[in-house]
């Protein structure tokens, strides 16, 4: 009996010496879970700029198109009317 006793007060002293790492182990799983949450937020906000540069230069890229399409349509009338007086 006696040693029931001690085996049980030994299980008492290692749940006590236990509860502060567990504590230890919950706060540090949550500081991990607020530097990832940072990480991605940051990540987000990197990818986000990104995307508004593609989509800006995309606009630009778009706009030359337009204008270099306007110039060739412009000239090859140019050229379809000056070989229409011709010889």
């Known amino acids: 009996m006696h040693t029931m006793k001690t085996l049980y007060s030994r299980?008492?002293?290692?749940?006590?010496?236990?509860?502060p790492s567990a504590a230890a182990a919950q706060r540090s799983d949550s500081v991990y879970?607020?530097?990832r949450l940072n990480q991605l937020q940051q990540s987000i906000t990197v990818l986000t700029g990104q995307l508004e540069?593609?989509?800006?230069q995309?606009?630009?890229l778009q706009q030359q198109m337009e204008?270099?399409?306007t110039d060739?349509?412009?000239?090859?009338d140019q050229l379809e009317k000056?070989?229409?007086?011709?010889?």
Do not use: E, T
């Open 53 to 56: 540069q593609l989509q800006y």
């Open 72 to 76: 060739y349509d412009f000239r090859i």
């Open 67 to 69: 204008k270099m399409r």
């Open 11 to 19: 299980f008492l002293m290692l749940a006590i010496l236990a509860l």
């Open 82 to 87: 000056g070989g229409r007086g011709g010889p």
């Open 33 to 35: 879970i607020d530097d």
């Open 58 to 60: 995309n606009q630009q």
